[in-house]
Every structure is written in C-alpha cells, then in structure tokens.
C-alpha cells in the first residue's frame, strides 16, 4: 500500500493546472475500466474558510450532490483513513506538488527546473517521464541524481496514447492473481455429518472441488476448522480459520488476511452439481475493478456469495460490515457495487444441506455422470 492505495502516481515537475488537465486525460481514458480517484490540496486562498455547518461547530458534513457525494471533515485524516477512503480504488493519480505517493511521474518542464530540483529527494520510484514542449531531454540532475533512471520510459507530454499505454499496462499487470478457496469448515448441523467428506463424483467433495478449481487459480487451499486439519490429505493445501465462528465470512476474511493482495474465488462445499462450464464462466466475466463478481440466485434473485471471486478490495469492506456486527456476505454484495451473473445453468448453484435434499441430488448426479 502507499499513501492513499495499490496503485498510485503522483504527477510533479510542473504547475498544478498542467498536472490536472493530464490528470483529466489519463481518467478519462482509464475510467470506462477502472475505477479512478484523484488527490490534490487546495490552496485558492490564503486563509481557507470552514464551508456549511462545519463553521458552526459541527464535526463532520454529508451532502448529497445528487450527481455526486461530498463530505467535509474538520479532523485531520490519517494514512489508514485515507486508505480506507480510496480502497476501491485501482488507481490513484496525486498532485505530487502538494502529495505523495508511492511511483511518480516527472514532468520536465524548463519552466519547473528549479523546482523540481528541490524536490529530487520525494522522487523515490520514478516509473514514466513526460518531456514537455519547452524541453529536448532529461535534466542532468535526475541522470545523476536518481539511480536507474536511465531505464525509465521517456515520452513527450503530448503523446497521448503512449501515456495511455503505460498506465493500462500497469493496471493489467497489478491485476491480482486468483486463489481457490473451498469452504469445508463448517460444522454441517443440518446434515449430520461432514458435507465436505461426501463422495459425489467418485471422491470427497472437498477433494473434488479443489481439484476442479485448480484450472482456474494459481494456488487453491481448503479452509477449515484447526480440529479438521490434520483430517485432510497432505497434497491438498490447508487454510485454518482464524475468524472463528463466523461462518463463512470468518474463513473469507482468513484467506485475506494469509494473502491480502490476492483474489479469492470461494466455493461452498454443498455444490454437488457445480462444474467447470459454471467456473470457467465466473472467471471469464470477472471484473477486477468491482469489489466481486457472482451469480444472481435463480431461486430468491439474490446473489450467491459462496460461489463469488472476492478481489482484495473487498477485504476492507468485509471487516467494515463485521465492525457494524454483520457477519453474511451476501449482505455485502447486496449493498455493494459488485458484478453480478446469471449462471447459463442454475442447476449448478444447487445446495445440499440436508440428507433429504442429498439424496434427491444423488440420483441427478448419478444420471450425470452416467453419460
């Protein structure tokens, strides 16, 4: 993470209005795709005036713009407020003449020279370069000044489609990889018995679904409880609960916080009939710059939350939700903005949580697997 999240440049070596209008460019090109977010300080004014009610006292103002939404705080934000703020966001452009960020792009511009001269030391990961009309080449105190800069893509400020590239590379290549989560460690009241030990196609459930997700994910893990661990087979690898007694929620929020920057697609283990059409079409569609992709229920038109990819930046928003005592995911995708499916077969969501509904389900999976 940097000052305000994954992904930010903050854009310095020229005047502010210079920055803003590429900053404009760069989110008008980016934004059909990704989510965007801008940082800036303003500084209209020598003495900055409390707007609304924020002058009478008041901590904290929401104002609902209709087109869009505006607080204003009194309190100083910290880093980890900050994050918090810009954590759907998948990137972050920063006026780098009043904030930092983690990468920057330098602008050099004859006109700035000594200014950004003063601030070569804030220039800690210089990863694009921007020649301005009024200069022919880089200034020689970044040649020396800044190690390997050499090796740093060098355009002119007016090439617009090279700026453009270089960003949406960057963004495909911090796209998060994808893990396999199987949720086995639920306690199966209903049922009786372990559900994730049932034998649909010729193997534990648990087994069998770790095997279909492994086409689709870099590593695939089985959750479960510390009691079953040593029940699962040493090829498969383990995920231990460390949110405990929370359902699926706590074995979600365990997988993010083992590997925070991946994505995590989660299956339950009481999907019998799941199978890798149905997978292939969830990764297919996934949209990495929404909190998760998932399927609309076909039976209630609610979505399904245990057959979802959860991306990274869904992690703050589930702790956000358990913070306010909510611990059902699909209460976070209801009230998110996530992107959801129709599976082109609904069959395939089928639960089976009871011995009734696993034997009504055995004879569809028998005729399945019988031609």
């Known amino acids: 993470m940097g000052s305000f999240g994954r992904n930010e440049w903050s854009i310095v070596g020229s005047h502010c209005t210079v920055i803003k209008l590429?900053?404009?460019?760069?989110?008008?090109?980016?934004?059909?795709?990704?989510?965007?977010?801008?940082?800036?300080?303003?500084?209209?004014?020598?003495?900055?005036?409390?707007?609304?009610?924020?002058?009478?006292?008041?901590?904290?103002?929401?104002?609902?713009?209709?087109?869009?939404?505006?607080?204003?705080?009194?309190?100083?934000?910290?880093?980890?407020?900050?994050?918090?703020?810009?954590?759907?966001?998948?990137?972050v452009l920063v006026n780098g003449n009043h904030q930092l960020a983690k990468a920057q792009v330098v602008i050099v511009d004859e006109n700035?020279?000594?200014?950004?001269?003063?601030?070569?030391?804030?220039?800690?990961n210089v990863e694009l370069i921007l020649l301005s009309e009024s200069t022919t080449e880089v200034f020689d105190f970044l040649l020396e000044g800044i190690p390997g800069i050499a090796a740093v893509p060098v355009c002119r400020m007016d090439d617009a489609e090279a700026i453009q590239n270089f960003f949406r590379e960057k963004l495909q290549q911090a796209k998060p990889k994808l893990n396999g989560l199987v949720l086995a460690g639920g306690k199966s009241v209903r049922m009786g018995y372990d559900k994730g030990t049932v034998h649909w196609h010729g193997r534990e459930?648990?087994?069998?679904?770790?095997?279909?997700?492994?086409?689709?994910?870099?590593?695939?893990?089985?959750?479960?409880?510390?009691?079953?661990?040593?029940?699962?087979?040493?090829?498969?690898?383990?995920?231990?609960?460390?949110?405990?007694?929370?359902?699926?929620?706590?074995?979600?929020?365990?997988?993010?916080?083992?590997?925070?920057?991946?994505?995590?697609?989660?299956?339950?283990?009481?999907?019998?009939?799941?199978?890798?059409?149905?997978?292939?079409?969830?990764?297919?569609?996934?949209?990495?710059?929404?909190?998760?992709?998932?399927?609309?229920?076909?039976?209630?038109?609610?979505?399904?939350?245990?057959?979802?990819?959860?991306?990274?930046?869904?992690?703050?928003?589930?702790?956000?939700?358990?913070a306010q005592g909510y611990s059902c995911p699909r209460k976070v995708l209801i009230n998110s903005d996530v992107i959801l499916l129709n599976t082109p077969d609904p069959n395939t969501l089928t639960n089976v949580n009871t011995p009734e509904e696993l034997e009504r389900v055995k004879r569809i999976v028998q005729q399945k697997d019988s031609y």
């Open 205 to 322: 459930q648990r087994y069998h679904l770790a095997e279909l997700l492994k086409p689709f994910c870099d590593e695939v893990f089985i959750s479960c409880r510390s009691v079953q661990k040593d029940e699962i087979k040493s090829e498969y690898a383990t995920l231990e609960d460390t949110f405990v007694d929370l359902g699926p929620t706590g074995a979600i929020l365990s997988a993010f916080r083992e590997q925070p920057d991946s994505a995590w697609l989660v299956v339950a283990t009481d999907l019998p009939l799941l199978d890798k059409d149905t997978l292939a079409y969830l990764v297919r569609h996934r949209n990495a710059a929404s909190i998760a992709t998932a399927f609309n229920s076909a039976v209630d038109d609610f979505p399904e939350p245990l057959i979802t990819i959860w991306e990274p930046k869904s992690y703050p928003v589930l702790l956000a939700y358990l």
């Open 22 to 91: 590429l900053a404009d460019d760069i989110i008008r090109y980016l934004s059909p795709v990704y989510r965007c977010a801008y940082a800036d300080t303003s500084h209209n004014d020598d003495i900055t005036l409390l707007p609304g009610r924020l002058a009478g006292g008041a901590s904290l103002e929401y104002t609902d713009q209709v087109n869009y939404r505006q607080f204003n705080y009194t309190r100083e934000l910290s880093p980890f407020d900050l994050r918090q703020q810009f954590a759907e966001a998948d990137i």
């Open 112 to 124: 700035k020279r000594a200014s950004l001269q003063k601030r070569v030391k804030q220039l800690t």
